[in-house]
């Protein structure tokens, strides 16, 4: 879509401001918009359509109680006149320096290694009795990260289609409410599968010990991981599929800090467990890569639950 600008509030002065919402002076205005426009001259300017100029409304804070003050019925109706008055022309383009610009790539890099330091989690937390459930553990979450990457981008084309065709910023954020939990669950169950089908493999080549080795597959391969590190595994999952959605969505930054986040307290706890400083329940196979990337995640989700409902992070 190519880009568009706006001018708004016709000859007004540059100076002009508009007076807050519960200024008695905006309700005998003669036309409150035109003020409204005044005040978000920059908002209008940017804006390529009225679901942008809502949010943006809402952002300020002129949300459905102050609306009324400005003779309309929702804040959707009000971005609506503002965006039918601003007359559109084009944006000359900005000159760019010929030559190539490796862009990114440090960032790149960054996220890469973060990522590569979340899926080793499981190895490097591992007690010396679990290396190789750990280590299995730990291989199968790699084609999970392509599909977290994969259900990231599905996440972006549907609201991206969704800006196009709600009918306002409500009706927007309502289709979208389902939209992050789908994406994440069909990430968890491609990590669920590529775990049980690593854990088959080992079994196969090794078998445990125990009666459980012959009572058949499914049963050695359930058991070969402990419950607490099947708990690991998804809350693993749940944490590279946000961080996927945060990229996809402009907020590459968290989605690295909170990868970062994960890898240093996985570092921490197996540090405080090597100094006798955690208790018993450390030993437990799965334990610390459960509870250093539940932090993260507990961090980054609300954000990606934010940046889901907000139509500006699908331009």
Do not use: K, N
């Given at each position: 879509?190519?880009?568009m600008?706006?001018?708004?509030g016709g000859?007004?002065?540059?100076?002009?401001?508009?007076?807050p919402?519960?200024?008695?002076?905006?309700?005998?205005?003669?036309?409150p918009?035109?003020?409204?426009?005044?005040?978000?001259?920059?908002?209008?300017?940017?804006?390529?359509?009225?679901?942008?100029?809502?949010?943006?409304?809402?952002e300020?804070?002129?949300?459905?109680?102050?609306?009324?003050?400005?003779?309309?019925?929702?804040v959707?109706?009000?971005?609506?006149?503002l965006?039918?008055?601003?007359?559109?022309?084009?944006?000359?383009?900005?000159?760019?320096?010929?030559?190539?610009?490796?862009?990114g790539?440090?960032?790149?890099?960054?996220?890469?290694?973060?990522?590569?330091?979340?899926?080793?989690?499981?190895?490097?937390?591992?007690?010396?009795?679990?290396?190789?459930?750990?280590?299995?553990?730990?291989?199968?979450?790699?084609?999970?990260?392509?599909?977290?990457?994969?259900?990231?981008?599905?996440?972006?084309?549907?609201?991206?289609?969704?800006?196009?065709?709600?009918?306002?910023?409500?009706?927007?954020?309502?289709r979208?409410?389902?939209?992050?939990?789908?994406?994440?669950?069909?990430?968890?169950?491609?990590?669920?599968?590529?775990s049980?089908?690593?854990?088959?493999?080992?079994?196969?080549?090794?078998?445990?010990?125990?009666?459980?080795?012959?009572?058949?597959?499914?049963?050695?391969?359930?058991?070969?991981?402990?419950?607490?590190?099947?708990?690991g595994?998804?809350v693993l999952?749940?944490?590279?599929?946000t961080a996927?959605?945060?990229?996809?969505?402009?907020?590459?930054?968290?989605?690295?800090?909170?990868?970062?986040?994960?890898?240093g307290?996985?570092?921490?706890?197996?540090?405080?467990?090597?100094?006798?400083?955690?208790?018993?329940?450390?030993?437990?196979?799965g334990?610390?890569?459960?509870?250093?990337?539940?932090?993260?995640?507990?961090?980054?989700?609300p954000?990606?639950?934010?940046a889901?409902?907000?139509?500006?992070a699908?331009?």
């Amino acid at each position: 879509m190519g880009r568009m600008t706006a001018r708004c509030g016709g000859d007004e002065p540059a100076d002009r401001r508009a007076r807050p919402p519960d200024d008695p002076g905006a309700r005998g205005s003669a036309d409150p918009v035109r003020e409204l426009m005044a005040a978000h001259r920059g908002l209008c300017e940017r804006a390529v359509d009225s679901l942008e100029i809502a949010a943006g409304l809402e952002e300020a804070g002129i949300g459905a109680a102050l609306v009324g003050r400005y003779r309309h019925a929702d804040v959707f109706a009000l971005a609506d006149e503002l965006f039918a008055r601003v007359p559109r022309r084009p944006v000359e383009p900005v000159p760019v320096a010929p030559g190539p610009r490796p862009v990114g790539w440090r960032h790149r890099f960054g996220v890469l290694a973060g990522l590569l330091g979340a899926l080793l989690l499981p190895l490097a937390t591992a007690p010396p009795g679990a290396l190789g459930t750990a280590l299995t553990l730990a291989v199968a979450g790699w084609p999970a990260a392509g599909a977290a990457d994969r259900a990231a981008r599905w996440l972006r084309r549907t609201g991206r289609g969704q800006v196009r065709s709600a009918a306002t910023a409500a009706e927007f954020r309502a289709r979208m409410r389902p939209v992050l939990p789908v994406a994440l669950g069909l990430q968890l169950a491609v990590l669920a599968l590529t775990s049980f089908i690593a854990l088959a493999v080992l079994t196969a080549l090794v078998p445990p010990p125990g009666p459980v080795s012959h009572a058949g597959l499914l049963p050695a391969v359930v058991q070969r991981a402990g419950a607490v590190q099947w708990y690991g595994q998804a809350v693993l999952g749940l944490l590279v599929g946000t961080a996927a959605v945060l990229r996809r969505l402009g907020r590459a930054g968290l989605a690295l800090a909170g990868l970062l986040v994960a890898d240093g307290a996985g570092l921490l706890l197996v540090a405080l467990r090597e100094g006798g400083l955690l208790g018993g329940w450390a030993d437990v196979p799965g334990a610390l890569a459960a509870l250093a990337a539940g932090v993260a995640a507990a961090v980054l989700l609300p954000a990606a639950w934010a940046a889901t409902g907000r139509p500006g992070a699908f331009g």
